[in-house]
């Protein structure tokens, strides 16, 4: 797929769907591609951590990447994008990875993998990614980390 950034007035850059512009948010996911995801979100995007805060704005959502990059090594397979009213979009996917450093609240990181189901719900306005809300059993990837 050509490369895809965010539009803006309804522009959807020759005709994206919000399905091709969700899939080429995971694919830049897939691919270490920080700025490439960041370049699909509205500059105000809304992003709502699973089981935690809800952030604001474009620059933080990247310092969210920059800390997920350093504590985790993930990739996304299976990954099944779906649309409900223009705008509406929601994902789910099998998220493998590594859990590399630990994060801040939770426990030691000793290079522990997981493999986790997750899913994701996104409003789209412009031709951009205005909100992100993610969602995975944080139980579930505790026990595979070995948490007491």
């Given at each position: 797929m050509a490369e895809i950034r965010a539009g803006g007035?309804?522009?959807y850059n020759g005709g994206v769907t919000d399905i091709e512009l969700v899939t080429a948010y995971y694919a830049a996911f897939n691919r270490g591609d920080w700025d490439g995801m960041c370049a699909l979100l509205a500059e105000d995007v809304v992003h709502d951590l699973n089981q935690g805060a809800r952030e604001t704005g474009r620059?933080?959502?990247?310092?969210?990447?920059?800390?997920m990059n350093r504590n985790y090594?993930?990739?996304?397979?299976?990954?099944?994008?779906?649309?409900?009213?223009?705008?509406?979009v929601a994902?789910?996917?099998?998220?493998?990875?590594?859990?590399?450093?630990?994060?801040?609240?939770?426990?030691p990181a000793t290079g522990q993998r997981y493999t986790l189901p997750g899913g994701a719900f996104?409003?789209?306005?412009?031709?951009?990614?205005?909100r992100v809300t993610n969602y995975y059993n944080l139980q579930a990837w505790l026990a595979q980390v070995g948490a007491k």
């Open positions: 007035e309804g522009c620059a933080t959502f990247r310092a969210f990447l920059d800390r090594r993930e990739q996304l397979r299976d990954v099944a994008v779906m649309s409900g009213p223009p705008g509406r994902a789910e996917y099998v998220v493998e990875g590594q859990y590399l450093a630990t994060d801040e609240g939770l426990p996104f409003e789209i306005t412009g031709g951009a990614i205005r």
